[in-house]
C-alpha cells in the first residue's frame, strides 16, 4: 500500500521567492512519484513525475522535485514565484509504474503575494 | 488533439435520484479512471476501466459503478444520491498498462446534491 503526505496545507510566499512544497511517501514497493497542479474549478495538470533514472526531475513551468529515497521524499520546488503560480499542488504515488490508480496527499495551496 | 472531455460540468440533483456521468478520454487512450474530490475526503480513486473492464475499484460503497464502451468512452453512475456524494468528479484517461504511463484529467464534473 502507498500513502503520501504533505506537510503545510497552505504556503505564502512573495513574488519572486523560492518556493518549496514538502512530500513525504509510504511504499512497499519502488514508487513512482507525481506532482500535480489544480486551478480553480479545473482539473487536474501533471508537472513532473518520478519513474526511474534521474532523482533530479524537471518539469513544466520552472518546477523541479527530487526524489530521495533515504528521506523518502519529493519535494517540490521553483526558484523563484510567479503570481501565475497560485494554486493547489498535489503530490501522488502510484506503484508499479501505471498512472491508472493515484493516491494523493491532501493538497497544498499556494498563494503568491505581491 | 483533443484532451479529455467530461459532460455535464455541472450538475444538481436531489437526494435520492441517481446520476450518470460522462468521460471521453483522449483519441487512443484505453485506460479511463475516475476520482472524487472533497474538500474534507481530497481525492479519492474510485475506480478504472481498461478495454471495458473494470479492472481496480476503491473503498466505495456500491451505489457507485461505471461501465466503459468499445469506444473507450465511460460513464459512472451513482444511485440514491446522499448530500455526501458532492463532490468533483475527475476523470482521466491514459494510454495504457505498461510503466512509465501518465494520466491525462479532464476539468471534472461538479455535482451538487440538495
Known amino acids: 500500500a502507498q500513502s503520501v503526505t504533505q506537510l503545510g496545507s497552505h504556503v505564502s510566499v512573495s513574488e519572486g521567492a523560492l518556493v518549496l512544497l514538502r512530500c513525504n511517501y509510504s511504499s512497499s514497493v519502488p514508487p513512482y512519484l507525481f506532482w500535480y497542479v489544480q486551478y480553480p474549478n479545473q482539473g487536474l495538470q501533471l508537472l513532473l513525475k518520478y519513474t526511474t533514472g534521474a532523482t533530479l526531475v524537471k518539469g513544466i513551468n520552472g518546477f523541479e522535485a527530487e526524489f530521495k529515497k533515504s528521506e523518502t521524499s519529493f519535494h517540490l520546488t521553483k526558484p523563484s514565484a510567479h503570481m501565475s503560480d497560485a494554486a493547489e499542488y498535489f503530490c501522488a504515488v502510484t506503484a508499479g509504474g501505471s498512472a491508472r490508480q493515484l493516491t494523493f496527499g491532501s493538497g497544498t495551496q499556494l498563494t503568491v503575494l505581491p | 488533439k483533443a484532451g479529455v472531455t467530461q459532460t455535464p460540468r455541472y450538475l444538481i440533483k436531489t437526494r435520492g435520484q441517481q446520476v450518470t456521468l460522462s468521460c471521453s478520454p483522449i483519441s487512443g487512450h484505453r485506460s479511463v479512471s475516475w476520482y472524487q474530490q472533497t474538500p474534507g475526503q481530497g481525492l479519492q480513486f474510485l475506480f478504472e476501466y481498461f478495454s471495458e473492464t473494470q479492472r481496480n475499484k476503491g473503498n466505495f460503497p456500491g451505489r457507485f459503478s461505471g461501465r466503459q464502451f468499445s469506444n473507450s468512452r465511460s460513464e459512472m453512475n451513482v444511485s440514491t444520491l446522499e448530500l455526501g456524494d458532492s463532490a468533483l468528479y475527475l476523470c482521466?484517461?491514459?494510454?495504457?498498462?505498461?510503466?512509465?504511463?501518465?494520466?491525462?484529467f479532464g476539468q471534472g464534473t461538479r455535482l451538487t446534491v440538495v
Open positions: 482521466a484517461s491514459s494510454y495504457g498498462q505498461g510503466t512509465n504511463t501518465e494520466a491525462f
